[in-house]
């Protein structure tokens, strides 16, 4: 059987591209290609390969005909331990420029779709009553953010007038239990069965599994009603980091230990050590409105927000236990 969509990934050996090949080689009548740095041996010979090389790669990559759907994730992402004077240079060299010149170049190559996995960054660091949806006004802090929301307007102003549909993508924090990041490093500390000062925290946290991104993008690649839209995309429940906490634990097999702490000696530690970042993370509230991907595209989350985030849990404790 021919397929009816050809699909080239971007970023296919990171954290959510090897997820979402997986996801539409589970789909009989899509064919995938993968766009990497290196040949990689851990994909299925199904998966077709494109190795780029140097920084340049971008701009002269030859994407092939027949493609309907490109699916855009690699970029610089967030960088713990920054060291660059200028990184906002860095953000925009590669999540700006490198994405308009691979915008140019499916456009070339007659590409039918291209999905853009930005980032809920794009729409602020936090929420202070009302959740975010695809209406609010952006607002983005870090420079990270700031590049993506400059990359969704230079796709717009380059397809606008073209026959290239453009979707958006913007989801919040992406967990799994081999996520990388600040929830893994949240793993590691319940892991340690240590008591953790979170109990008297009460903010609400909107994220999305990576199975449900995974399985959200996979719509996307050829619903007709998702064409020339952006989509904030979550689990659909949001929960507060105790919760959080104490599901991570249930999937590990143990008992969350959770005290009181003073909400502003917490932000005081944090400010002191450099971990500002962190603690909004863990202690402020980023609630989002994932409705239309449900009403426009009638997608439903494969899995749900309390059974994901046990299931990280439980996944993280047994890559763990293998590592001893």
């Known amino acids: 059987m021919a397929n009816s969509c050809n699909v080239l990934v971007t970023g296919a050996t990171g954290f959510i591209g090897r997820a979402l090949v997986d996801r539409l080689l589970a789909r009989v009548d899509v064919g995938v290609t993968a766009l990497v740095r ?13 190795v780029i090389s140097g920084r340049a790669g971008w701009r002269d990559v030859q994407i092939p005909s027949g493609l309907t759907t490109l699916v855009h994730l690699a970029g610089r992402a967030h960088v713990l331990k920054e060291t660059s004077s200028s990184p906002i ?23 039918k779709r291209f999905i853009f996995i930005s980032s809920i960054g794009v729409n602020g660091s936090s929420t202070t009553g009302k959740p975010f949806d695809e209406s ?20 717009r102003e380059l397809l606008r007038g073209t026959e290239m549909e453009l979707v958006i993508i913007r989801p919040p924090l992406v967990y799994a239990g081999h996520a990388p990041g600040n929830f893994r490093r949240l793993m590691r500390l319940v892991g340690t069965g240590l008591p ?10 909107s994220m999305v599994s990576l199975e449900n991104l995974v399985d959200f993008i996979t719509v996307c690649v050829d619903h007709p009603a998702a064409a020339n839209e952006v989509f904030l995309i979550s689990d659909g429940v949001d929960f ?66 309390a059974d994901a985030l046990t299931l990280a849990g439980r996944n993280f404790g047994v890559m763990a236990s293998k590592k001893q």
């Not at 925009?92 to 070339?108: I, P």
């Not at 609010?136 to 796709?155: N, V």
Request: proline residues 6%; charged residues 20%; hydrophobic residues 40%.
């Open 38 to 50: 290196r040949q990689s041996l851990d994909f299925p010979e199904a998966v077709s390969q494109i």
């Open 89 to 111: 240079d860095l953000y925009r060299e590669d999540n700006v420029d490198s994405t308009l010149a691979l915008a140019r170049q499916a456009l070339t190559a007659g590409v």
């Open 136 to 155: 609010s006004i952006p607002a983005p802090r870090a420079d990270y953010a700031i590049s993506k929301w400059e990359a969704e307007q230079g796709l």
């Open 196 to 205: 953790l000062p979170f109990a008297s925290i009460g903010n609400r946290r």
């Open 240 to 305: 507060s980091t105790p919760q959080i906490v104490e599901r991570l634990a249930e999937g590990m097999g143990r008992r969350a230990l959770l005290l009181p702490m003073p909400s502003r000696l917490m932000r005081w530690v944090a400010q002191t050590v450099g971990k500002e970042a962190m603690y909004e993370q863990l202690c402020g509230s980023l609630i989002v409105n994932s409705s239309k991907a449900r009403t426009l595209l009638g997608w439903r989350a494969p899995l749900s927000a």
